[in-house]
């Protein structure tokens, strides 16, 4: 039979493959080579099973132990001849197997000798069979025996196949091919090479995964962090399974909303120790997996958070010795963790890293090729060190434990400023990142510290977050009356608010408050410094407030503002501004503000880059409330404001009115305000956005990662409201328990309670008892009403009462309602207010202008969900509602919104109108496409969208050139309203 080679990338394929090869006439040689991991006996063990139901076929299937090699694989062919002769008699049979026995029990003694008779004997005794059925002899891992074995298994196999006997021989595939796998391949009649598993056979393995874990799902992140951690890996199933299970093992995948999320969210994912890579470089058998925290996933599911983690300890040492791919030095492993815990390393680099860590260099060189030759190391441009496999990596650190690591930073950088006094050369940047790594054991060494500050300064802008690092590192090893403290700590907060990193900034200040006091006071000279370094840290602690990134702990910053004013006690007043703002009673935190340094003189000599924070605060008051106040603060800013101010006020209020703070404050600060970097307000910023925007499968998945992210003492109002969105979607989508979970252990008091009614309403409205949920919903809107707080974004809850009023016949009260929701745009005459009239009148009067003026406001503010509501009214309103209809059917189709859906099909049925055809094939985009995309919908500038992603503005401009020819729009209006309608589609993996 001719050979045949085939590369086939499914396993089901491969299955039928072999299969069809395997159930060919006469003998057959049939090959399956491929990686540790890669599913080979997964795929041998399913195509055993599947013979074995066969009565006319004879399955011997053999495993190649390397511990008792040729001797186990011979006793395993004699068994299945024995089962065989109990079956069915045979004279030749009892013969051939009679003395196979007898040389089967001088093979240890004479091996050599012994050998050849063996095969010739075996093959009598399956010849035999292969006469009176189909015989398959499967042999798998034939690579992991020795030399000896490979080579029995070569000439076994061929005399096999040569007797009529199909022959199924496992092994490893790469550049150490095996001796018997050399002398197999030329007699192969079929060759099946098993590659990676391509994204449809991914997403495959990870719902078979998820279905055997309570038929829950993965959320959308972790398949994509896997991919990234596992690189070249993240086609290997048995290292996809296995690190799943580790990850759940540890505590690192909690259930969310029905979904396997990944937290921490910043935490590598690591290699199970178990995994032949780990092993092969560290030689030790695998710890015992560590006791999950709690429930399965480490959470309740739904909207319930993060449970803690405790982690088990770190292994143990490795001891001296190899790994599962035979005796390595114990250098090997050493070299292997040495690289790992280096962020970047070249072969250059290796005498000095040896020196420090105790290793020679001979032994790092065997180490070195040794890790090279098997693919766990790459040697990139210029010499440069990486590991193959990102999760190997992070495996190796997790194994070295925080100690070895420590101690590694200190020895080089001792050695490296050793080398500097002498006034040797050394790489810097290498230095100080050994000297962030150290803390505090240098114990102010100068020469430590002046590296830190001017490299910190060097990668300011290049690189502000590791200028941050540096710089937080100085300051720790700066004495309490340097004069260096208060600049460096300036330019500490400055970078990090640009970086958004508020949550770091809160903790730098707890860290470092004690010492700037003590420093601060030492000189009246320095008054002029301390009062621009008080408006620096009290801006960044508002915005700081604002993000309600550790909003509770104000004892630092008070007595951080204590020192730098030399004002008296005044704790309880700082606690009031502090509960104030995160309230959102921006008023009261101006007035409170203002009164507390009100008797400052040094006030002229407040930089005049940065805004007063009375103003901000009053700007942000007045974002929430009636169209005239904000009118009267808007226009005052607008004329002080140090930065172009770009953005319709709309978009303010509308941030204001949705009490969202990070937009809010994007658009009052500009270009100098970033971000958080985490934390709830950024994501209910990112969840509000896909709200709107019709992407609420990434609303959900922001949702989820919020929860992943925030401990269950993380009771922040931005959270609640994330979470209110959440529930939104769900119950829209049909899912009441879901979101049911959502809602749960809400408060029913908090900063933006408009949108927790609002959402209340809806999930229990959709629940089956629609008057106790108007009931409730209105006392809720009168309490709100009434309570003085800030009047926008009511009118989302007063027009679904009005809505849900009219639809149960209540005619009264929506009548009443209405009157109020009149009044209400009276008051705040935003473009949502106005909306919600126009809706609510067409609904109540059964009037088609007013809904098409409502879809014009839609239009301009791309808003998706409201889009759907206002085609599907204007549908029941027409004469002629096919158009309407069918777009309201498709959007809400996309959206997943079951509810309309079946309510524009029930439409279309008592109208007789025909459903509507499926649309052209969307066009994909890549992530990065698709987020510029929503902020050109957003009326972002170029300018804007490059400082939002990070990139250049040439680069924007680039992409934007590219979107427009492949999709064929001509303006940012086209490409706005085509990703509005669903023409665009982001590329994401199957969750």
Not at 463 to 473: F, G, I, N, S, T
Not at 656 to 676: C, F, N, S
Request: some cysteine; glycine content about 8%.
């Amino acid at each position: 039979m001719a050979r045949e080679r085939s590369t086939l990338s499914g396993r089901r394929d491969q299955w039928t493959e072999a299969d069809e090869a395997c159930r060919a006439a006469g003998g057959t040689l049939v090959l399956v080579r491929g990686g540790p991991g890669e599913g080979k006996t997964t795929l041998l063990e399913s195509l055993a099973e599947s013979w074995r139901g066969d009565d006319e076929t004879t399955v011997c299937y053999i495993t190649v132990d390397p511990a008792t090699g040729t001797p186990q694989m011979i006793d395993s062919l004699l068994d299945a001849a024995r089962q065989q002769l109990e079956s069915s008699w045979h004279a030749v049979l009892l013969d051939a197997l009679a003395t196979a026995t007898r040389i089967r029990a001088d093979l240890e003694k004479t091996p050599h000798a012994s050998a050849l008779p063996l095969v010739h004997e075996l093959a009598r005794v399956f010849g035999v069979a292969a006469e009176q059925g189909r015989t398959v002899i499967v042999v798998d891992d034939a690579d992991r025996g020795d030399g000896a074995t490979g080579s029995l298994i070569s000439l076994l196999a061929q005399r096999l196949r040569a007797v009529g006997c199909t022959v199924v021989v496992s092994t490893g595939s790469g550049p150490r091919a095996t001796a018997g796998e050399t002398r197999l391949t030329p007699f192969a009649d079929k060759i099946i090479d098993l590659r990676p598993l391509d994204e449809q056979e991914f997403d495959a393995l990870l719902k078979r995964w998820c279905a055997a874990h309570g038929r829950t799902r993965l959320d959308p992140t972790v398949p994509e962090a896997l991919r990234a951690a596992l690189g070249p890996l993240s086609g290997n199933p048995a290292t996809i399974l296995s690190t799943l299970d580790d990850l759940l093992a540890w505590g690192r995948l909690v259930l969310i909303d029905q979904h396997f999320c990944l937290s921490p969210l910043d935490e590598p994912i690591s290699l199970p120790e178990s995994h032949h890579l780990v092993r092969a470089v560290g030689g030790r058998p695998p710890p015992p997996p560590p006791p999950p925290p709690g429930a399965p996933g480490g959470a309740a599911a739904g909207g319930g958070g993060r449970a803690p983690r405790t982690p088990p300890r770190p292994p143990p040492p490795p001891p001296r010795g190899g790994g599962a791919g035979g005796p390595r030095p114990h250098d090997t492993e050493r070299l292997a963790v040495l690289l790992a815990l280096q962020d970047e390393v070249s072969v250059d680099e290796l005498p000095m890293l040896t020196a420090a860590a105790a290793i020679s260099l001979d032994g790092a060189g065997r180490g070195l090729d040794s890790l090279v030759e098997d693919g766990i190391l790459e040697i990139g441009e210029r010499g440069r060190l990486r590991f193959a496999v990102p999760a190997l990596t992070a495996a190796l650190r997790r194994r070295s434990g925080a100690e070895r690591a420590r101690a590694l930073h200190t020895a080089l950088a001792r050695q490296m400023l050793a080398k500097l006094e002498r006034n040797g050369q050394v790489d810097r940047t290498r230095l100080a990142t050994h000297l962030v790594h150290i803390g505090e054991s240098l114990d102010g060494e100068a020469a430590a510290i002046r590296v830190l500050i001017e490299e910190a300064d060097r990668m300011s802008s290049a690189d502000p977050e590791v200028a941050a690092a540096w710089y937080k590192a100085a300051l720790r090893q700066l004495s309490d009356d340097d004069d260096r403290w208060p600049p460096l700590l300036e330019e500490l907060l400055r970078l990090r608010a640009s970086l958004g990193q508020y949550d770091e900034l809160t903790k730098d200040l707890g860290l470092l408050v004690p010492a700037l006091i003590a420093g601060s006071n030492q000189d009246d000279q320095a008054k002029p410094l301390r009062r621009t370094l008080l408006v620096a840290v009290g801006l960044c602690w508002l915005t700081t407030l604002l993000q309600d990134e550790q909003s509770a702990q104000v004892q630092e910053p008070a007595r951080l503002f204590k020192a730098l004013t030399g004002g008296a006690v005044f704790d309880a007043e700082l606690q009031e501004f502090a509960a104030a703002v995160r309230c959102g009673r921006f008023d009261e935190a101006a007035d409170r503000f203002n009164a507390l340094f009100s008797g400052d003189a040094d006030r002229e000599a407040e930089p005049q880059d940065l805004p007063e924070l009375p103003e901000v605060l009053m700007l942000l008051h007045a974002a929430s409330g009636d169209a005239d106040t904000f009118q009267r603060a808007w226009s005052l800013w607008r004329d002080r404001a140090q930065h172009p101010v770009d953005h319709a006020p709309d978009r303010l209020r509308e941030a204001g009115a949705m009490t969202d703070h990070a937009t809010a404050l994007e658009i009052v600060l500009g270009d100098g305000y970033r971000l958080p970097s985490r934390g709830s307000v950024l994501y209910y910023q990112e969840i509000l956005r896909s709200f709107r925007t019709g992407e609420w499968d990434a609303a959900l998945s922001a949702a989820r990662r919020m929860e992943a992210e925030l401990s269950p003492q993380r009771r922040t109002p931005a959270r609640f409201l994330a979470r209110a969105v959440a529930a939104e979607i769900c119950a829209s989508r049909g899912e009441h328990r879901r979101a049911e979970e959502w809602l749960q252990d809400t408060p029913r008091h908090l900063a933006g309670g408009h949108v927790l009614s609002w959402a209340r309403l809806g999930v229990a409205y959709r629940a089956g008892d629609p008057d106790e949920a108007l009931r409730v919903a209105r006392a809720e809107y009168e309490q709100l009403r009434d309570g003085g707080g800030s009047p926008a974004g009511l009118e989302h809850l007063l027009h679904r009462l009005v809505a849900l009023h009219h639809r149960e016949g209540h005619e009264q009260a929506a009548a009443e309602l209405f009157d109020e929701l009149v009044a209400l745009d009276e008051r705040l005459r935003s473009e949502t207010s106005s909306a919600a009239v126009l809706m609510a009148r067409a609904q109540l009067r059964g009037s088609a202008e007013p809904a098409a003026r409502a879809l014009e406001i839609a239009r301009r503010r791309a808003d998706v969900p409201q889009l759907a509501v206002l085609h599907m009214l204007l549908a029941e309103l027409a004469e002629d509602p096919k158009a309407p209809l069918h777009e309201a059917h498709a959007i809400a189709r996309r959206l997943g919104w079951t509810e309309l859906r079946y309510a524009a099909q029930d439409l279309m049925r008592r109208r007789g109108i025909a459903p509507p055809r499926t649309r052209s094939k969307q066009q994909l985009i890549s992530s990065t496409e698709s987020r510029i995309v929503r902020l050109v919908s957003d009326g972002y500038t170029n300018r804007q969208i490059a400082m939002a992603i990070q990139v250049s503005e040439k680069t924007v401009e680039s992409r934007l050139t590219r979107l427009f020819a492949r999709t064929g729009c001509r303006s940012r209006v086209e490409l706005a309203t085509a990703s509005l309608e669903g023409r665009l589609a982001e590329k994401t993996a199957v969750s």
